[in-house]
């Protein structure tokens, strides 16, 4: 276990600012949309704006409120979370500001609501697009006015609390079906934070599963022998629809049921049977995002290419003397596509998956004569992918002339 978190710590960068906000906010990973997620965080966190956290289910988007509550001046009052779906709406707006005594049936008391509990701190609302009509416009004099009116009551009541929202649903649509108020939404989204889905950044998916192993084996003393390198290969390739809830009942159910042996390839297949559900008639799922099936496809490319060279390789080694064409438009020499040849003058191999991408992009830009347009048709990639893979591997000008 002691050695599952150690592996798990050294999944995260050396500065130490960056480990300062990921233990505070508890938003962990890698991934440069995580980067960018905790950034804006940092840079929303110490002022007093409305904030409106979109995203799907299961990515964290509480995680987000909290973090911005904890970075904020008001990290040492309380910080009110409502489910505005959860509660029915009979009862809803007693619950958000209070009643008085007498003010209906059973109310034997004056209660405050979750506006006065929130008072000098913040108050978060979940699923903040389910809530009535009726109760949006009460809302919005309290974001407008900083007071509301208790149920039953005749009084004012003045508060401090600092606003944030979430949904999952597309607000500019309820909006427009006249499910939601223009003018409430205008005032919620001052500022917007989406949280991305962990599709969207699937380099975080190997430090969470740590993070959520080593979590749930100290919690519950159990020996756990970790995850195989195949293994976590397969996560970062499935989709996550229920995105980081759905990743971290994974995690604990597979320790449990697997009682704590080492998570192989087979075991994840074994509990995540989508994998065996892909219609393997297409290269890619196709009810994914045009960039990531490209993404996709690209890769599955590479690896078939990969597969090839590793047998020309063979032959080459074993002296043959025979040439294979790979295609008309590398009939202008075969050191085309690898560039470079050894001392010896045979032609050299790549030896990664990255130094075949890199030679793929080399000889595209070479065929449309440093076209990236043209290049990034070639290769089934937009121009925006293009031209960061070009920066990534340092292409210049020169390289494709």
């Known amino acids: 276990m002691v050695k599952l978190v150690e592996r798990f710590i050294e999944d995260f960068p050396a500065e130490d600012n960056w480990r300062d906000i990921q233990r505070d906010t508890g938003i962990l990973g890698n991934s440069e949309k995580t980067r960018e997620l905790v950034e804006t965080i940092e840079q929303v966190a110490p002022t007093d704006i409305s904030v409106l956290i979109s995203g799907e289910s299961g990515t964290g988007k509480e995680l987000v409120a909290k973090a911005i509550h904890l970075r904020s001046r008001r990290r040492d009052a309380p910080l009110i979370t409502v489910n505005s779906g959860a509660i029915p709406e009979g009862i809803l707006e007693s619950e958000l500001f209070g009643h008085e005594k007498g003010s209906f049936t059973g109310a034997s008391g004056l209660r405050k609501g979750y506006f006065e509990l929130a008072n000098h701190g913040s108050i978060f609302l979940d699923e903040i697009g389910e809530l009535p009509l009726a109760i949006q416009v ?77 979590d749930f084996v100290r919690d519950n003393h159990i020996e756990f022998e970790g995850f195989s390198e195949r293994a976590f290969n397969l996560l970062q390739a499935y989709n996550w629809p229920g995105n980081i809830r759905e990743l971290r009942n994974f995690v604990e159910k597979v320790i449990v049921l697997e009682r704590g042996r080492l998570i192989e390839e087979t075991i994840v297949r074994k509990y995540l049977p989508t994998f065996e559900e892909m219609d393997k008639s297409l290269p890619v799922r196709v009810e994914k995002p045009k960039e990531e099936m490209e993404r996709e496809l690209l890769l599955r490319v590479l690896l078939e290419i990969k597969s090839e060279i590793a047998q020309l390789r063979e032959f080459m080694l074993a002296g043959s003397a025979k040439r294979y064409s790979l295609g008309a438009w590398r009939e202008n020499g075969p050191d085309q596509f690898y560039g470079q040849q050894t001392e010896d003058g045979k032609q050299a191999v790549p030896d990664s998956v990255s130094d075949m991408e890199r030679e793929m992009i080399r000889v595209a830009l070479l065929k449309t004569k440093g076209n990236k347009r043209k290049a990034a048709g070639m290769l089934g990639l937009s121009e925006r992918t293009l031209y960061r893979k070009i920066n990534k591997y340092g292409l210049r000008d020169e390289d494709s002339n």
Not at 153 to 161: M, P, S, T
């Open 138 to 214: 009460k809302l919005l004099r309290v974001l407008e006015e900083r007071e509301f009116m208790r149920v039953g009551g005749a009084a004012l009541q003045a508060v401090d609390v600092r606003f944030i929202a979430a949904t999952n649903r597309r607000l500019e649509d309820e909006v427009r079906k006249g499910n939601f108020r223009q003018d409430l939404y205008y005032r919620l989204n001052a500022v917007r934070i989406h949280v991305p889905s962990l599709r969207d950044r699937r380099e975080d998916v190997v430090p969470l599963a740590k993070k959520f192993a080593a």
